[in-house]
């Protein structure tokens, strides 16, 4: 399947992770766990040295006290397009982030480089969303050793004609970890759940590719109110 259709928020167990890990969350009765997507945009003369700086970000804040997952990403078709990936504990865990030497001294120099664009959402296990508002999709993904590419390669035209063709998509693109060889993550957003239905019943989604032989066990699928 190019898509994994069955939410999986299961408990994590502590509040730091390492960047080879897998990844899983809920949200907890007292407070919602938060999952931000920072999307970069750059041009290609600022590229790499955006790159290195985010790396530099990831590798600071895996040490974070609340921090579930922090990565950087990149589109698998936009290459002026990045992400920075993060999951917190909570707001508390993720305002003292926000005030470390790190983040208050590699930000800015990010920021300096392209359009920092910030997102930052509630995770929780069952949301009820108003199906007449706008969602998002974040399907973190594990491929098999050495088959991301394949699997890139496989769902680009669903990709095109998803972002051509279906009415009431905002986004929708895969999202490679640049730290991690075997992640990728689908990111889709809709205008509302009438416009999910309809991409669910269009051609170039039922006929998708079957890429199961190159996926491994482990992903999280979190649907979150734009």
């Known amino acids: 399947m190019a898509v994994v259709m069955t939410a999986m928020l299961v408990a ?15 949200a907890t009765s007292e407070e919602s766990t938060i999952r931000i997507n920072c999307m970069l945009t750059v041009d ?8 290195d700086l985010c790396k530099q ?8 006290e609340g921090v579930i997952d922090y990565d950087v990403l990149e589109s698998a078709t936009r290459p002026n397009k990045l992400m920075i990936f993060e999951t917190w504990k909570d707001q508390a865990s993720l305002d003292k982030h926000s005030a470390s030497v790190h983040f208050t001294t590699l930000v800015p120099q990010i920021q300096e480089l392209g359009n920092l664009e910030i997102k930052q959402m509630e995770l929780k296990k069952d949301p009820q969303l108003d199906p007449d508002k706008p969602f998002r999709f974040n399907i973190m993904m594990t491929t ?27 986004d929708y693109d895969y999202f490679n970890s640049l730290t991690r060889a075997d992640k990728t993550m689908l990111l889709e957003i809709w205008e509302n759940q009438a416009a999910l239905d309809g991409h669910l019943k269009a051609p170039h989604f039922t006929s998708r590719p079957d890429t199961k032989d190159l996926m491994g066990g482990d992903s999280e699928f979190a649907r979150m109110a734009e």
């Open 44 to 51: 290609a003369a600022n590229r790499d040295k955006a790159i």
């Open 144 to 170: 098999k050793s050495g088959q991301r590419d394949a699997l890139i390669s496989q769902v680009k035209g669903l990709i095109e004609a998803t972002l051509k063709n279906d009415a009431g998509n905002i």
């Open 57 to 64: 970000l990831v590798a600071a804040s895996l040490g974070d």
């Open 12 to 26: 994590c167990s502590g509040n730091k992770k390492s960047n080879d890990e897998n990844v899983t969350v809920e």
